[in-house]
């Protein structure tokens, strides 16, 4: 059984992101004593610390910092930005306030993501549109023998993406917690960032695709 706390993750103080958090998403029972479990920090990886607070129970967070989308966000914006989708893909509700005020919004690079309750920069019916399509899964990537499969709905339609290439699939682990766009051959950087699974913040590229998780039901909407 979860534990009911979420002592490990390290206090609201240092490098990382700092997120309030909750036992439940639903907004009546995030009032009950016990409930809230205060602010930490949320470091690197931001796979292993949503692992850490899915463990221990924890199925809201809030992040109260807004996040940047636009390119010429920095790391942090870049980090929150992992961590929601870490948390989207464990199921968890995030509350979050995003900016972005060069329209990089409109190309629905980040609609897999939990929406926002709010785009400052953007106009109104860009966040009705995020919330009134979601729904889980909706980039999702899993493994296979020598592949990566990536299943894309952010736009609407079904998009099967295969990577099979060595050097594409050698750069992958890395990306999903962030590297040195540099650091990316040319080619790889080109392809991955033409199909829009990967973002550049801070002179670092990151990969978009949630993992699987769990199978959403019906699973045909995936």
């Known amino acids: 059984m979860p534990s009911r706390s979420a002592d490990g993750t390290a206090p609201a103080t240092g490098p990382g992101v700092a997120a309030e958090l ?20 949320l470091g690197a990886p931001a796979d292993a610390a949503v692992t850490e607070l899915h463990t221990a129970g924890v199925r809201c967070i809030r992040l109260p910092e807004p996040v940047r989308l636009c390119a010429d966000a ?10 929601i ?10 509350l979050w306030h995003a900016v972005c005020d060069d ?44 592949f990566v499969e990536v299943r894309d709905r952010r736009c609407g339609t079904l998009e099967l993406i295969t990577i099979d290439e060595p050097g594409h699939l050698d750069r992958l682990d890395a990306l999903t917690e962030g590297i040195d766009a540099a650091e990316l051959p040319d080619p790889v950087r080109r392809d991955f960032a033409d199909a829009g699974l990967i973002a550049e913040h801070g002179g670092r590229a990151w990969w978009l695709p949630m993992r699987v998780r769990r199978w959403p039901f019906p699973s045909l909407a995936v």
Not at 85 to 94: I, Q, S
């Open 103 to 146: 329209g990089c919004v409109t190309r629905r690079l980040y609609h897999h993501l939990y929406p926002p309750e709010r785009v400052t920069g953007a106009p109104e019916d860009v966040v009705a549109d995020w919330r009134a399509t979601y729904f889980p899964s909706k980039c999702v990537f899993r493994r296979g023998p020598g």
């Open 85 to 94: 989708r870490e948390a989207t893909g464990r199921g968890l509700a995030v």
């Open 22 to 41: 909750w036992l439940d998403h639903d907004p009546v029972a995030r009032r009950l004593p016990g409930m809230h479990l205060g602010t930490r920090t």
């Open 74 to 83: 920095q790391g942090r914006s870049a980090h929150a930005l992992m961590l």
